[in-house]
């Protein structure tokens, strides 16, 4: 990793501090708190995240990480380096939260027995693993969250995240979305930004509760790009999906073109006299499976197939209706900023 892409670590001043009474720098800010469960009597290090200290083993950290290894290099040839109980003190920029998960995963390399990791954990092994180059935990990370956000139509569920890979929890779809932004990971956006859409819109402007009663909200460029989404796929319905509905699309060989052409009628009603719901651009057939046993038989094997070449172009085309490029450029180390501005966004909705 180059020096360019290494985490601001910084440590604090010891010129003009005094020295507490346990031999550790006095500084002004929040009440330190010593973490119960990574705070180690022999550790070798304080890693200090926000007001929470971790003492821990250099040689754990720096087996792992070439960042914290750097670090630990660096902090041996310094004069000025401030010690609590014996051991130098490294602060970091990442939150208490992150990093307590970060390096309890260093030293346990698993989750609690019989559990799913939690998104909270998850995001804490995306973001610090490729902060501090621990590729093992960035690519299990991103391992997880590509098998619940997928980029092919086979893997993908249409009604909502099957959560396999990690346990389901309030508002995250939307921390999903907002990591994906953040980290440029454009491979799970179109999928994650399809499971949002089929949300309420008073969930879409006001957020999603997390179970520690903060609200997990939507950036507002991203939630303009995924309305334009919405309106665009929800305009594909009818000419794309649901073709095979429309008054005179039966199959050549329909043995009863009336009735069928009537019971297409009906479910044309069914689908758009209210609210259409956007879940049906991907839905297969078996959502429609009692109106389609009253076509006849050849009517009922065209829909199936009209459906699912409609399901195909809808899914090719998903990044380009939330402003992505294309799911070869998603799918990329490098695939650029994201959201796309409103002009551009307009054109790929079109």
């Known amino acids: 990793m180059s020096a360019e892409e290494q985490p601001p670590l910084k440590r604090p001043r010891t010129s003009d501090d ?16 010593r973490s119960e469960e990574l705070w180690f009597e022999d550790g070798s290090v304080i890693i200090q995240a926000e007001s929470t200290q971790f003492r821990v083993h250099k040689t754990i950290l720096a087996r792992s990480s070439s960042i914290f ?6 902090g041996e040839q310094s004069a000025s380096e401030a010690v609590v109980d014996g051991c130098p003190v490294v602060h ?10 970060f390096l309890l995963l260093l030293y346990d390399q698993k989750y609690a027995p019989g559990k799913l990791p939690t998104l909270t954990q998850i995001m804490a092994m995306l973001r610090l693993g490729r902060k501090y180059d621990v590729d093992f935990l960035y690519q299990e ?21 099957v959560y396999k890979q ?7 779809l939307f921390d999903v979305v907002t990591l994906a932004q953040e980290m440029r990971i454009h491979s799970i956006l179109p999928a994650a930004l399809f499971y949002c859409a089929a949300l ?13 009663a903060t609200i ?4 507002a460029e991203v939630l303009q790009t995924l309305l334009i989404g919405l309106d665009a796929l929800l305009g594909s319905l009818g000419h794309i999906s ?10 050549p060989l329909c043995d009863s073109p009336q009735s069928c052409k009537n019971w297409r009628v009906t479910l044309l009603e069914i689908v758009f006299k209210v609210k259409p719901d956007v879940r049906l651009c991907l839905a297969d057939t078996r959502g429609f499976d009692a109106i389609l046993g009253f076509l006849c038989r050849s009517c009922r094997k065209h829909a199936r197939s009209e459906h699912q070449i409609g399901r195909g172009e809808i899914w090719q085309s998903l990044p380009q209706f939330f402003g992505l490029e294309s799911w070869d450029r998603a799918l990329s180390p490098d695939p650029g900023p994201w959201p796309m501005d409103s002009h551009d966004l307009a054109t790929c909705a079109e």
């Open 18 to 33: 005094s020295e507490g009474p346990s031999g550790s720098t006095e500084q002004s800010g929040p009440e330190l708190v």
């Open 69 to 74: 290894r750097d670090i630990f290099e660096i």
């Open 92 to 101: 970091v920029s990442d939150s208490a939260v992150e990093m307590h998960h």
């Open 141 to 161: 990370a991103l391992r997880r969250l590509q098998f619940e956000f997928p980029s092919t139509l086979a893997a993908f569920n249409p009604g909502q995240p």
């Open 166 to 172: 990690f346990s389901w929890q309030p508002g995250a």
């Open 200 to 212: 309420p819109l008073k969930a879409l402007f006001s957020g999603l509760a997390r179970e520690d």
């Open 216 to 219: 997990a909200t939507i950036p």
């Open 242 to 251: 649901l073709k095979w509905i429309r008054g005179n699309a039966g199959s």
